[in-house]
């Protein structure tokens, strides 16, 4: 079977020990299909502080997963990672407790777990806002201590690509997001009682990809 190669340029940055580094390069993808695919396999990566020798695991292999992944380091500076599985529309959460990878599925739902940003609070439990592509929502869910409870956070039509994620001094959530229907920059947060959703960016078609909260 003929191999299409695709280099692909990177940057992105990482917190690893509580010091912030900025990585740039380049990956050579060998795929059969007609876009850089590549390895479909979720990934986590480690290394010393200047960045030379690398730890790489496979976290979950189970299907075409790790898509829209996003990672924090808690309390004990381990990984949690939550990120779509696409072979089931579904999202999930990897967590190191230094020995072993724990996986749950978070939300079942077909359809969901798209663009995930995910947060720890003080007692390093996660909470993950993402994309509802089946209905086009906004969804976040947190785990409680013994569960996940997810909300619903709005449902307005084609809302909630591109969330970004922050938790507040109360560990209320706070999440921005984008509009797809209006092309407006949109933001959401839980007072206590309720889910509160404004438009911060109206003029134009705004806001598309990187947002953060």
């Known amino acids: 079977m ?15 020990g509580g010091v912030s580094w900025l990585l740039q390069g380049t990956i050579t993808i060998a795929s059969s299909l007609s876009s850089p ?9 480690a290394s010393g502080a200047k960045v030379t020798n690398w730890i790489s695991q496979t976290v979950d292999s189970i299907g075409i997963v790790g898509a829209d992944n996003s990672l924090a380091l808690d309390s004990n500076d381990n990984p949690h990672i939550s990120y779509y599985d696409a072979a089931r529309g579904t999202l999930k959460y990897d967590s190191w407790n230094g020995n072993e990878w724990f996986l749950q599925t978070v939300d079942a739902t077909h359809g969901v777990g798209l663009d995930t940003s995910l ?6 439990f996660p909470h993950i806002s993402y994309w509802n ?12 201590g013994s569960g996940w409870v997810s909300h619903t956070v709005d449902a307005s039509a084609n809302v909630g690509l591109y969330t970004s994620l922050a938790l507040d001094s109360n560990e209320n959530p706070h999440i921005s997001y984008y509009n797809t229907y209006s092309g407006t920059l949109k933001y959401a947060s839980w007072n206590g009682s309720g889910w509160v959703s404004e438009t911060v960016d109206a003029v134009g078609n705004v806001c598309v990809y990187h947002l953060s909260v």
């Open 133 to 144: 592509g089946l209905d086009g929502y906004l969804k976040y869910a947190y785990w409680n």
């Open 119 to 124: 947060a720890l609070d003080s007692n390093d």
């Open 37 to 45: 695919v590549g390895d479909m396999s979720l990934k986590s990566s």
């Open 2 to 16: 003929q191999k299409n190669l695709f280099t692909v340029f990177f940057i992105f940055s990482i917190a690893l």
